[in-house]
């Protein structure tokens, strides 16, 4: 089974910060990634599909790029509302999880 | 608007049973793979099962084969999951969501999801 490794587990920024979260795969899984928000208390939404496509409705200030093995989310000029965590998903399997705080 | 809304969860003592259902509403549910993910409190998200638009295909993560059933009904526009021999690290809030799809081939993501139920096993 694929391995997803996300990196860090915690991510501490300010507001107007640009973030990147990273996402490794054990063997190359070509474009088939996707990334979710979740924040306390809700369901996760989706972000971000192929590794590179926004969801309807998602800010372009959030953007993912990658391929094979090593993909990344990045978020320019961080908003309040985007503190929570981010996770990576491959078919079947979901990273651990990154939190982006104050 | 696509909706989708899990009941079921409860307390539940060790090796009991439970059956989760996800009503579904707002989109063609006969043409969607359905999945359910589960969250332990404080942990990340684990991928639990999903099911083929007619319900023919259906997968499981390794730790609960044998002992978690996924099925739906096109008719009703709903997915279950049947959870038998309940143990403490099953405990979580489980989410029902529906797959995007792009392709046709491989699960693009997850784009609807359910607000989940909570199942606590515990005596």
């Known amino acids: 089974d694929v391995q997803m490794t996300q990196s860090p587990s915690t991510l501490s920024a300010s507001v107007g910060d640009r973030v990147t979260i990273t996402c490794r795969a054990s063997?190359?899984?070509?474009?088939?990634l996707a990334w979710y928000q979740q924040k306390p208390g809700k369901a996760p939404t989706l972000l971000i599909y192929?590794?590179?496509t926004l969801d309807s409705g998602v800010t372009s200030r959030f953007s993912g790029s990658g391929s094979g093995t090593e993909f990344t989310l990045t978020i320019n000029s961080l908003q309040p509302d985007d503190f929570a965590t981010y996770y990576c998903?491959?078919?079947?399997?979901f990273g651990q999880g990154t939190k982006v705080e104050i | 608007e696509v909706q989708l809304v899990e009941s079921g969860g409860a307390l539940v003592q060790p090796g009991g049973s439970l059956r989760l259902s996800c009503a579904a509403s707002?989109?063609?549910?006969?043409?969607?793979?359905m999945t359910w993910v589960r969250q332990a409190p404080g942990k990340g998200l684990e991928w639990v099962a999903n099911?083929?638009?007619?319900?023919?295909?259906?997968h499981y993560v390794d730790s609960v084969k044998g002992r978690f059933t996924i099925s739906r009904d096109n008719t009703n526009n709903s997915v279950y999951l049947q959870i038998n021999s309940l143990r403490a690290e099953d405990t979580a809030v489980y989410y029902c969501?529906?797959?995007?799809?792009?392709?046709?081939?491989?699960?693009?993501?997850?784009?609807?999801w359910g607000q989940g139920t909570m199942v606590t096993v515990s005596s």
């Open positions: 969501g529906r797959e995007l799809r792009v392709s046709g081939s491989l699960n693009d993501g997850i784009d609807f």
């Open positions: 707002g989109f063609t549910f006969s043409s969607y793979w």
């Open positions: 099911t083929t638009p007619n319900g023919g295909g259906k």
């Open positions: 063997q190359s899984i070509s474009s088939w």
């Open positions: 192929q590794a590179s």
């Open positions: 998903q491959h078919q079947g399997t």
